[in-house]
């Protein structure tokens, strides 16, 4: 080998080796998810429940289609009155303390086959698509989190500080924010790697 | 040196630190595969999970019934909202059904109480939202033996068989609603990045905001 294009050689090697160190780095911070269990294809119905609101429907809807849009994933929710897929508004524990449970069941191969998202009615909930008051708990947001959990997607284990730069799937929200409605880097890699 | 064992020993080190970084890379990773267990072969079981509103330390302390250290005796297995304690499915039918979800409790042996609306006894038992660490999927990480600050409210809990139950529960999030005392001496939490905090600390900002009792 030529001694003259060792420099070369050497820069090329340092090269790599940086773009290694910067993809191990980078990588841990941005994929963050945990995921429980999830469904064997690609998409799934739902429906309204009896007992939710008309003024509900639309920031439910708003919920679903937020997985539904994400480019990188073929996820799709498609509304369907005869689904077994529920959204139903309940009494849970009162104002504040918890805002919404999922459940979800899981077949024998580890398979998600039936969602119930249920709503507690005694919030304070804004169900506009404006900015809510500081005390009140944006419909769409939640929606957009409890969806997130019928995908099989668990509470993040990445940073949650209560700011705008906090994952749809972490797992208390901040009266008055809205940023849960747009699904996070941390989200997209989770919804992407299970159903790309 | 020559040049040419310089290159050798060059390539010998660029190799060697590459393994090194796609090993760490491997390792590091926290993918689905690291931090999720896929409950395979629990057929048709059901799993919870839900959003709380946040709520800072602050806020705990000013709307706790209870603020207590104590001990972790025991966790029980996940239960549901009704009497029997059975697993069940709302009505959607009714107006202001109540919401079928899963608790569990935790028993803690009390070591002092610092803000006591309840009348403590030498043992409590906190409900807490979702699966229990019997069932995996927790939303904390306490285990029996931990001992920790604890954060307690009651509140009223919907019920199957008509009206709510009045229930000392973990203040929102679970996660958040206590700190772990660890071998430093100091009380850690685990999700919210405050840093740790001693006993009289603790004390001291509670003071600030409600009376406090403290025993001799």
Not at chain 2, 97 to 114: A, C, K, L, N, Y
Not at chain 2, 191 to 206: A, T, W
Request: glycine share 8%; aromatic share 14%.
């Amino acid at each position: 080998m030529k001694i003259k294009i060792l420099p070369r050689v050497f820069s090329l090697m340092i090269a790599v080796m940086l773009a290694v160190l910067s993809a191990v780095l980078t990588w841990g911070t941005t994929q963050a998810y945990v995921f429980s269990a999830n469904w064997s294809g690609n998409g799934a119905t739902w429906k309204y429940g009896s007992s939710l609101p008309s003024s509900f429907q639309d920031g439910t809807s708003f919920g679903a289609y937020a997985w539904t849009s994400i480019g990188s994933s073929s996820w799709t929710y498609t509304y369907n009155s005869g689904s077994s897929n529920e959204v139903r508004y309940v009494n849970i524990d009162g104002g504040s303390g918890k805002l919404a449970e999922t459940s979800y069941w899981v077949d024998g191969q580890g398979y998600i086959t039936q969602f119930l998202i249920e709503y507690d009615n005694q919030e304070n909930w804004y169900t506009g698509s404006s900015t809510p008051g500081g005390s009140q708990i944006d419909l769409r947001s939640i929606a957009a989190h409890e969806f997130g959990h019928t995908l099989g997607l668990w509470h993040t284990d990445t940073t949650c500080n209560g700011t705008s730069s906090d994952a749809t799937m972490c797992p208390f929200y901040t009266g008055g924010s809205t940023w849960w409605r747009t699904p996070a880097t941390d989200d997209i890699a989770g919804i992407t790697d299970y159903y790309p | 040196m020559n040049k040419k064992i310089i290159f050798i020993l060059f390539s010998i080190v660029f190799f060697g630190a590459l393994v090194g970084l796609v090993a760490a890379f491997t390792i590091h990773r926290p993918t689905a595969s690291t931090t999720s267990t896929n409950p395979v072969n629990n057929s048709g079981k059901r799993y919870s999970s839900a959003s709380y509103a946040a709520m800072t330390r602050v806020e705990r302390i000013d709307a706790a019934n209870a603020i207590f250290t104590g001990m972790v005796k025991s966790i029980s297995q996940s239960k549901w909202n009704q009497d029997s304690g059975e697993e069940w499915i709302s009505d959607d039918t009714t107006p202001n059904s109540p919401g079928s979800f899963r608790i569990h409790t935790i028993t803690i042996e009390v070591d002092q109480p610092f803000v006591d609306q309840i009348h403590l006894g030498k043992e409590v038992i906190l409900t807490i939202f979702g699966n229990s660490p019997y069932d995996g999927f927790v939303d904390h990480g306490l285990q029996v033996g931990d001992r920790a600050f604890f954060f307690a409210w009651e509140r009223n809990l919907a019920w199957k068989e008509g009206g709510s139950r009045k229930t000392l529960m973990m203040m929102s999030y679970p996660w958040d609603s206590y700190l772990l005392y660890q071998p430093d001496e100091l009380y850690h939490t685990k999700k919210d990045n405050q840093p740790p905090v001693s006993l009289g600390d603790l004390i001291k900002e509670i003071a600030q905001r409600r009376d406090v009792l403290i025993r001799p």
